[in-house]
């Protein structure tokens, strides 16, 4: 019995903000999301002070697969960063 080609897994966008904090700014952090999780990640927006001396934040169209997404979610979460999806914010 022939085993099928497994079809490849759907890709899906979720767009997110994240606060990096001041301790994070010098961190290769959406680096990391695109090595790690083999994301494709569009920068929506960003603000960051250009001293490191204040948080900032992105806003990120994450490409992948649910699994990959979560995984990077979970890795942002586990760094202690503030993960905000838009129907959190009110006029995003």
């Known amino acids: 019995m022939s085993t099928a080609p497994s079809e490849p897994k759907a890709l899906i966008q979720k767009r997110i903000r994240v606060r990096i904090d001041k301790h994070h700014v010098s961190e290769p952090v959406i680096c990391e999301l695109i090595r790690q999780f083999q994301l ?3 920068i929506r927006g960003a603000l960051l002070a ?3 001396q204040e948080d900032g934040w992105f806003d990120l169209e994450l490409t ?3 699994t ?3 995984e990077a979610l979970r890795y942002l979460r586990h760094l202690n960063l503030e993960v905000i999806s838009p129907g959190d914010v009110e006029g995003w």
Do not use: C, H
């Open 50 to 52: 250009p001293n490191a």
């Open 68 to 70: 990959q997404i979560d």
């Open 64 to 66: 992948g697969t649910t």
């Open 40 to 42: 494709t990640i569009n």
